[in-house]
């Protein structure tokens, strides 16, 4: 399926894979650009030194293009900016934050810019600064989210700009890609999907617990403090909203939280580790591989759409 992002990146199918912390390393994100998808590295919070060896790695894995996601909360992010360019990185994403200050080095390196954006304003403000296309993500995502719902936010955003616009949150199958199609987007970008790949190295147990979820077992903990993430619900929600609630002060909060997605992901903690998932999570059963995945979801989508 020839789309304007397909061209744009030089992609088979346009499928991105979310740049998820701790979860989209560079056998994730080579297994989806190998499958004809964008794979994506997520920096997440991770320094720049590390996020150099996941691309070095990535590179080894596969010669189609890939991308890295720059989280513009990560006190590296200066260094991780700049180790793109070193790198020569084809795309990048970017989440959490505006990354206006990066977009004069990484355009005049030819990088590919694509940030995620919650909202109309700054989507606008984001074809000025001259991006390249825009994902717009809505509230049903997992981890760290806007207020909009993706059946809201994309069609308003396709209306005021001429970019490409994606389309993230509540995706995971072909009749979501063929809705999203519908609201006008040229892609669409998948997270929760993609943790529960075969070739996704997440702890066994956050896998099971995504299997296992159902529609309404996600809940989001931060609003109090703007920092809203969503993520299932267990022991670690319920001490959170709890004292979210009685007015908890954000450093007692934050402590709650602190090393909690990596003991999630990598230590399999599904008591008091943060697992992050889209509301979607309900939906999805199985663990495929990438391309299967990929395979199933343009074959269903296809069939809709004609
Ligand atoms: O960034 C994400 N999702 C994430 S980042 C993350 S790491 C993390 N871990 C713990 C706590 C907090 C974060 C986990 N999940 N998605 C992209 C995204 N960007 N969603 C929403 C936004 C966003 C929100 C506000 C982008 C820009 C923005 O305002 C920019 C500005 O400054 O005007």
């Not at 954006?117 to 049903?140: H, K, P």
């Not at 997992?142 to 995706?171: F, R, S």
Request: glycine share 12%.
């Amino acid at each position: 399926m020839k789309t304007k992002i397909t061209e744009l990146l030089g992609i088979e199918y346009p499928i991105i894979q979310g740049g998820m912390a701790w979860v989209a390393d560079y056998h994730l994100a080579a297994a989806v650009s190998e499958a004809g998808g964008l794979g994506i590295i997520g920096a997440g919070g991770a320094p720049a030194s590390f996020v150099r060896e996941q691309i070095q790695k990535a590179k080894e894995l596969t010669k189609k293009p890939f991308g890295v996601n720059v989280m513009l909360m990560n006190p590296e992010a200066d260094e991780i900016a700049r180790v793109i360019v070193e790198e020569g990185v084809p795309i990048v994403t970017t989440g959490a934050g505006n990354p206006g200050k990066y977009l004069a080095s990484w355009k005049e390196a030819g990088i590919k810019v694509i940030p995620v954006v919650a909202s109309v304003a700054l989507a606008r403000m984001m074809e000025r600064a001259g991006v390249d296309a825009v994902i717009a993500e809505g509230t049903e995502s997992g981890g760290h989210i806007g207020a909009a719902t993706t059946m809201t936010l994309v069609p308003q955003v396709v209306d005021v700009v001429k970019i490409p616009v994606i389309a993230a949150g509540g995706i995971a199958d072909g009749r979501g890609f063929a809705a999203a199609m519908m609201l006008g987007a040229e892609a669409v970008q998948m997270g929760t999907r993609f943790v529960v790949a075969k070739e996704s190295t997440v702890h066994e147990n956050y896998k099971k617990k995504i299997l296992a979820a159902k529609d309404i077992d996600s809940e989001v903990t931060g609003t109090s403090h703007g920092h809203p993430v969503r993520q299932l619900r267990n022991n670690m929600t319920r001490e959170y909203l709890k004292l979210e609630k009685a007015g908890a002060p954000f450093e007692e909060l934050e402590h709650l939280t602190l090393g909690a997605l990596r003991k999630a992901v990598v230590e399999g903690d599904t008591v008091n580790g943060t697992l992050m998932a889209g509301q979607i999570a309900g939906m999805i059963k199985e663990e495929m591989t990438c391309a299967e995945m990929i395979q199933e979801i343009m074959k269903q989508a296809e069939s809709l759409l004609k």
